[in-house]
């Protein structure tokens, strides 16, 4: 079938509609922690006045660190720019306007095909692996009640991103080549839109866009995105900002940071689903759904990440999406890693 794109707007963890107006501006917000000690990562290399440009997706590392007060007695400046999804991110960090930002694995490997100069330098992983944020939907009235029946019809994807990938393994386990498949390239925001209007017969989106479109009565899930694929979250970080000593110092500290962040709000479901709801502008029923199915947990790069990656970039290699044959590992700074790793007490 043939595919349609559209302008690419890029998204990966997708969040509400109620605040991505505001949020695509990308405005910077200076957050100026205070000049206490570093991390023993960082007690070396003097931190005064060094900031860090954080490139977050829809506020999402704000809000952990705002609701955890993770940032306190940090000897660095933060400014969080927002973006839709990673591939802008990653072309932030490789126009030297971005330091660090966050994504899911798939944008990572189109950056590595195209040489982009990022690495891969922390990584989370689903705290439930039986659950999932993203999600296949169709119209409430739509007769498809399988994934193989979405054969001929046309599905809202954002290309590049995990939510296409996840289109291509429901795919294939249905027995539907990628091609079977009309593709709509669309934000995850504008493909809610158009399967809540009708205007496609299928859309890959995620929480807190399922829960918000669940509650319009107009939608149904077709397939989560549990038992397709995992759930991993990556850091990201410029080759400039980890050839800066400085830089490469308050990216470790910071790191360190948002894992006790993380690791807190997973202790607290009702403080995570609060915060939520009141950054996002959703219900807190939708908050808690969201919640409950995209908490994460710090995790090294370990081999069998790396491998899963391996067979992600070999399927779009298939489907001709990338162009040549990639080694995975070229991507993740391993060194690197392994001290944020280490400091942080984390285990494979």
């Keep these: 079938m043939q595919h349609r794109p559209r302008a690419r707007t890029f998204t990966h963890r997708a969040l509400s509609r109620l605040t991505a107006t505001a949020l695509l501006a990308g ?6 922690a205070s000049t206490a000690s570093a991390a023993a990562s960082s007690k070396t290399v003097s931190l005064s006045g060094v900031t860090l440009t954080f490139g977050d997706q829809l506020k999402e590392f704000q809000t952990i660190f705002a609701a955890t007060n993770a940032l306190k007695g940090a000897p660095y400046t933060v400014n969080w720019t927002n973006f839709i999804g990673g591939p802008p991110v990653i072309a932030a960090e490789t126009g030297g306007a971005v330091d660090l930002g966050d994504m899911a694995e798939t944008p990572t490997i189109f950056a590595q095909s195209a ?11 689903a705290a439930n692996p039986k659950v999932s944020p993203y999600d296949i939907v169709v119209p409430a009235s739509s007769p498809i009640k399988t994934v193989a029946q979405l054969k001929g019809h046309t599905v809202a994807v954002q290309e590049g991103t995990v939510e296409q990938y996840f289109l ?33 017969d299928a859309a890959v989106i995620s929480q807190p866009l399922t829960g918000l479109d669940l509650a319009t009565g107009k939608v149904r899930v077709l397939a989560t995105g549990a038992g397709y694929l995992q759930t991993i979250g990556y850091l990201t970080a ?7 000593p400085q830089k490469a110092a308050a990216l470790k500290d910071f790191i360190g940071r ?4 993380e690791a807190a709000l997973l202790k607290d479901p009702a403080l995570a689903a609060s915060t939520y709801s009141s950054t996002y502008g ?19 790069i370990t081999p069998a990440l790396i491998s899963y990656q391996q067979n992600e970039a070999n399927t779009f290699q298939k489907l001709g999406l990338i162009s040549s044959h990639l080694n995975v590992k070229g991507v993740f700074d391993l060194p690197f890693n392994k001290v944020v790793a280490k400091a942080a007490g984390l285990q494979s």
């Design 115 to 125: 040489g982009d100069p990022v690495k891969v330098v922390a990584a989370t992983k």
């Design 258 to 261: 948002f894992y006790k962040a």
């Design 238 to 244: 410029s080759d400039a900002a980890l050839s800066n």
């Design 168 to 200: 291509v393994e429901a795919l294939q386990k249905s027995g539907i080549p990628y091609t079977g498949v009309s593709v709509d390239n669309l934000a995850v925001t504008s493909a809610s839109t158009a399967v809540t209007a009708g205007q496609v």
């Design 27 to 32: 405005l910077a917000v200076g957050v100026t």
């Design 282 to 300: 959703v219900t807190l029923a939708v908050a808690e759904q969201a919640v409950a199915t995209a908490q994460e947990v710090g995790t090294p």
